[in-house]
């Protein structure tokens, strides 16, 4: 038996720049090395037997952030965005001048990590950093014209991302869903 479920062929960033072409086949894609979700085989004689393992939590967390991890991936691949980095970019453009460190901390990033990802970022002209007005000894930030573009595309980007993965879920679960996964982030 197959089963169907949403492509990423069928959910891509709608912008033509960000268009790809679809993946193809059962087992993977030469490029990616990705199984093909649209094309699920399961039968349920031969489905495997995962044991113990399919009544913990964690083990399905994983495997959802996986599946999360991988769509986001494909769909930000032309950008060449992380999903920290896309983080960052929207943090910045929310919030111009915001320091570098106070980024770290509404991420949840170390500084290490931060300064890492926001090098990156200003190496690509995405943004820039100054010193605050405010307070000389903290890096404002702001996103440069290139980035503010790059921003708008990522976020077409994020509505088809979460499109496809809101799709699962009735608007009650979805805000359930919510709500319990910050009790274990916050």
């Known amino acids: 038996m197959i089963v169907r479920v949403l492509s990423l ?11 790809r072409p679809p993946i193809t086949g059962f087992r ?14 399961s039968n349920d004689a031969d489905e495997e037997d995962i044991g113990a393992l399919d009544g913990i939590v964690g083990f399905h967390i994983r495997l959802a952030h996986g599946a999360v991890y991988r769509h986001f991936t494909e769909t930000f691949a032309d950008l060449g965005l992380t999903q920290k980095q896309v983080s960052v970019l929207w943090l ?14 509404r991420l949840r990033m170390d500084r290490a990590t931060t300064m890492t990802i926001v090098n990156r970022l200003e190496e690509r002209g995405l943004l820039r950093r100054e ?11 702001f996103l ?16 088809s991302h979460e499109s496809w993965l809101k799709s699962r879920f009735s608007e009650a679960e ?13």
Do not use: F, W, Y
């Open 9 to 19: 062929r069928e959910i891509v960033c709608s912008t033509n720049k960000l268009a």
């Open 28 to 41: 993977g894609h030469e490029d990616t090395g990705l199984r093909d979700p649209a094309l699920i085989e």
């Open 92 to 105: 910045v453009g929310d919030h111009p001048e915001i320091a570098q460190i106070e980024v770290g901390s």
């Open 131 to 141: 010193r605050s007005s405010s307070d000389g000894r903290k890096q404002a930030m």
């Open 144 to 159: 440069t014209e290139e980035g503010e573009a790059v921003l708008e595309e990522a976020k077409r980007c994020i509505e």
């Open 174 to 186: 979805i805000e359930k869903l919510v709500e319990m996964l910050a009790r274990i982030h916050d």
